[in-house]
T-cell receptor, first 112, second 113 residues
Framework: QKEVEQDPGPLSVPEGAIVSLNCTYS??????FMWYRQYSRKGPELLMY????GNKEDGRFTAQVDKSSKYISLFIRDSQPSDSATYLC????????????FGTGTRLQVTL | DGGITQSPKYLFRKEGQNVTLSCEQN?????MYWYRQDPGQGLRLIYY???????QKGDIAEGYSVSREKKESFPLTVTSAQKNPTAFYLC????????????FGEGSRLTVL
C-alpha cells in the first residue's frame, strides 16, 4: 500500500463547477500538506500549503486537512478551462529536510 | 530574473550512455532536490543536497550520481546502470526554510532509445 493515495482520474467537469480533489495517507506523522498544479510538460507549481489540521482559503481554492481521518482535500470553485491540469498532493513529516511524499496526481479537465 | 533553469528540456540518448542533466538556480537557496516523475507513479526523490559539498540519497538513487560543488548548481548524471532511465526529471529548491515547500524547475525529459 502506498503512503499517499490519490485517484488518478481523469476528472472531467463543466466550466463553473465546484471541483473536489482528495488524497488519503497512512503516515500519522505527516504534518505539512501541500497541493501542486502541474500543466502538461511543465514543472509543478505550489498552489496551497497547510500545516496540521484545518482549512485554508486562497481565492477560488480551499484546502482542507482532516488528520483524524488522514484525508486532505482541495476544492476549486467556479472552475475555469485554465484549471485543466494535473493536481498533486504532497506531504511531509516535521524535520525531514523537505522530503516530500507525493500522490500520483489527479488529471482534471474543465470543459466549456 | 530569479528562478531555476533545467537543461536540456528534451534529451535523447542511446542505451548504455551516461547523461548529465543540468540544474542551475539564482535564488540563493541552500537545499536542492532531484525528483523523477513517471506516469501513474507520482514524484520520487533521487538525491538531495542541503549544502554545498554535501548530498544524500533519496528513495531511488541507484543508477544516478550528483555533485554539489557550487551553491547555484546541482547536476544529475543518469548512468548506464540505471535500468529504466526514460522519465521526466525535475529539479527543485526548498523555498520555505521552516515550512519546506519546494519550488520546481521546468523539467528535463530524457528518452533512452
Amino acid at each position: 500500500q502506498k503512503e499517499v493515495e490519490q485517484d488518478p482520474g481523469p476528472l472531467s467537469v463543466p466550466e463553473g463547477a465546484i471541483v473536489s480533489l482528495n488524497c488519503t495517507y497512512s503516515n500519522s506523522a505527516f504534518q505539512y500538506f501541500m497541493w501542486y498544479r502541474q500543466y502538461s510538460r511543465k514543472g509543478p507549481e505550489l498552489l496551497m500549503y497547510t500545516y496540521s489540521s484545518g482549512n485554508k482559503e486562497d481565492g477560488r481554492f480551499t484546502a482542507q486537512v482532516d488528520k483524524s481521518s488522514k484525508y486532505i482535500s482541495l476544492f476549486i470553485r467556479d472552475s475555469q478551462p485554465s484549471d485543466s491540469a494535473t493536481y498533486l498532493c504532497a506531504m511531509r513529516e516535521t524535520g525531514t529536510a523537505s522530503k516530500l511524499t507525493f500522490g500520483t496526481g489527479t488529471r482534471l479537465q474543465v470543459t466549456l | 530574473d530569479g528562478g531555476i533553469t533545467q537543461s536540456p528540456k528534451y534529451l535523447f540518448r542511446k542505451e548504455g550512455q551516461n547523461v548529465t542533466l543540468s540544474c542551475e538556480q539564482n535564488l540563493n537557496h541552500d537545499a536542492m532536490y532531484w525528483y523523477r516523475q513517471d506516469p501513474g507513479q507520482g514524484l520520487r526523490l533521487i538525491y538531495y543536497s542541503q549544502i554545498v559539498n554535501d548530498f544524500q540519497k533519496g528513495d531511488i538513487a541507484e543508477g544516478y550520481s550528483v555533485s554539489r560543488e557550487k551553491k547555484e548548481s546541482f547536476p544529475l548524471t543518469v548512468t548506464s546502470a540505471q535500468k529504466n532511465p526514460t522519465a521526466f526529471y525535475l529539479c527543485a529548491i526548498r523555498q520555505g526554510p521552516n515550512t519546506g515547500e519546494l519550488f520546481f524547475g521546468e523539467g528535463s525529459r530524457l528518452t533512452v532509445l
